[in-house]
DNA sequence: CAGGTTATATAAGCAGCTTAACTTTGTGGG
DNA sequence: CCCACAAAGTTAAGCTGCTTATATAACCTG
């Protein structure tokens, strides 16, 4: 088969799915403007990523930058930006008081949901047309892109 | 199966994954050096793009924005640099004045095509672990959430 | 308790994109 | 024939999201 053919075009594609994605959707807006929050909010992907992760709990600065794989001040910026819009709160861990811990305001893990939720209709759509063997090679693959790229630009694991 | 699942988990790791392939790697660099040009060439996703779209033969600036998924100022951006460094080419269509068509540099090609080579690399080495099947579902998928982020981003076809 | 390390935050700066406005060239009806 | 409008590209201005370097506070160890 030819990969080359293939490393190509996704070379092509992936910058170009990327910028797609980064395009702020005026959705996610209306969304947040229904429950009385600012309107002009911008959500990006990296804070998406953030609000996946808290799903499954509390986080620290730390813990989110490495997830999200950004450097801290990055991840620092993204809480500041969803605490300023009233999604998510900070508190000092009483174990160590220099780990500030992320989670969600009272009642903000539904609007959270909803706002994701807008972010995940067109790749939901777009995987319903696969099936679902191609669905798992396709995150198999993005999995293996991510392990590579992070190995060569010096990921220390 | 649990799509949803899926669909998260690629929310985390696409824009993780864009942003270590963003990551300047200074392998690139090395590669131009050596061929007697300045050194401290930054080589972006966006570059890769132009020239592989290249490849396949002069582009005007339009088809460039169109092929890559950016603007038109964009385009010229990313033209300007390739031609600062003197790997592509400007010159006006006979036929239309008004289009720019952008072409190598002669004997630049084959550059090009090295300095593509080492993007490659690490998408290689990823889909080296992947099987046929599964290498052809991965980029079947990218083109389906290309096309539909496209669609929600507002994309005329 | 001095000195080093760790977690976060602040500051400064850069790359890549966007929209808006301008220039040049082409085109089609009076 | 020419004038108004459209199209291709560039220039200008501005924004976002990241980075590194630096600062601050808390923790830990001899």
Redesign the interface.
């Known amino acids: ?1 030819d ?1 080359e053919r ?16 980064e ?1 702020p ?1 005026p959705v996610e807006m209306g969304e947040i403007a229904r429950r009385g929050l600012a309107t002009d909010v911008q959500v990006s ?2 804070h ?2 953030v609000l ?2 808290l799903t499954r709990g509390p986080r620290s600065v730390g813990q989110l930058a490495e ?4 450097s801290p001040p990055a991840a620092t910026q993204l809480v500041d930006k969803l605490a300023e819009h009233g999604m998510v709160d900070r508190h000092s861990d009483p174990a160590d008081r220099r780990v500030v811990l992320v989670d969600y305001v009272a009642g903000m893990r539904e609007v959270a949901s909803r706002i ?1 939720e807008d ?9 319903s ?2 099936t ?22 010096g990921e220390e694991v």
């Open positions: 088969m990969r293939l490393v190509d075009e996704t070379l092509m594609l992936l910058p170009t799915l990327m910028r797609l994605v395009r959707s992907p990296g998406i990523q996946i992760a997830e999200v794989g950004v994701v972010r995940r209709r067109p790749l939901h759509d777009a995987m047309k696969m679902d063997v191609e669905a798992l090679a396709f995150v198999k693959g993005l999995r293996l892109l991510a392990r590579s790229f992070g190995a060569e630009a």
